[in-house]
């Protein structure tokens, strides 16, 4: 039985993607930091799921946390870096420092973390797959008034494409996936936050509208990218919401072009 490991599975997005790794063949090993509700999820599959209580922000959090699960489980076989937060929305100007801050640590640092922890084993293992969960923020417009959130998970991406690069060699693989508008408890707080519903109307709009998507459609996503079939688009961006199969049909064109990754347009190779 296979091993993914799941950062961030207390919430909306890491429960769906956990019970769709479950039904899919997978133990899971839970991480998040909120043990109470962490503990109780993880109950739902029996022996399938363990539940580790991690702050992905902290290196000594996340080696503890790992260690205990590669004792229960075994090596990471999946990685999917799931855990995020969108903490601040205002102009740069106005941001409390702190909380800008916090994305970040979270968001980049913990993905990296994460990385720097699981991603040697597979490299000596010769087997693994990473998937970071990313943004459209700052991937496909500049989202002022997000700038940590856009920073971090533009960030993240970035990283994405480099680790696919060093692990090519291993024979091990990176995704980035960037989801839709999903009922989560960010997304709760962009729409009920003031400063976010005066700068970043669009989120709460979207739900008004009914145009969000539901959980599983990111982890459908995960399981596609986990199951192989695009492991020669390692590095690329994909979007849930988006006909990803297509793209993975296309993957001679995506690599001719280019495509699905972060680019400074205008400016020519050489």
């Known amino acids: 039985m296979p091993t993914a490991y799941v950062t961030g599975a207390a919430g909306g997005l890491g429960t769906a993607i956990t019970d769709a790794l ?5 133990s899971v090993a839970m991480f998040d930091i909120d043990r109470s509700q962490l503990q109780d999820l993880a109950t739902r599959h029996g022996d399938a799921v363990r539940a580790f209580e991690a702050d992905v922000s902290d290196a000594a959090s996340v080696d503890a946390a790992v260690t205990a699960a590669e004792a229960a489980f075994g090596p990471c076989e999946l990685l999917v870096n799931n855990a995020g937060t969108f ?3 205002a ?8 909380l800008w801050q916090r994305d970040v640590r979270i968001n980049l640092i913990g993905t990296f973390l994460m990385c720097n922890r699981v991603t040697g084993g597979m490299v000596d293992r010769k087997l693994g797959r990473v998937i970071n969960i990313v943004s459209s923020g700052g991937v496909l417009d500049g989202h002022p008034y997000g ?16 680790l696919a690069i060093e692990l090519a060699e291993h024979g091990c693989q990176a995704f980035a996936v960037g989801p839709p508008a999903v009922a989560t408890a960010m997304t709760k707080w962009l ?20 145009e969000d998507h539901p959980p599983s459609v990111v982890a459908d996503c ?9 492991d020669r688009l390692s590095g ?15 993957a ?19």
């Open 236 to 250: 690329r961006y994909f979007l849930p919401h988006e006909d990803y199969e297509a793209v993975i049909d296309a």
């Open 91 to 98: 102009p740069m100007w106005e941001c409390d420092p702190d």
């Open 147 to 162: 700038t940590s959130y856009a920073a971090s998970k533009t960030g993240t991406t970035r990283i994405t494409e480099g």
């Open 22 to 26: 479950v039904s899919d063949g997978y």
């Open 191 to 210: 729409v009920e936050d003031g400063q976010a519903r005066t700068y970043r109307p669009l989120i709460k709009e979207i739900f008004e509208r009914g």
């Open 87 to 89: 903490s601040v929305c």
């Open 222 to 230: 995960v399981l596609a990218l986990a199951s192989g079939r695009a």
């Open 252 to 270: 001679d064109e995506v690599l001719d072009r280019d495509l699905w990754a972060l680019r400074i347009t205008g400016h020519e190779k050489g």
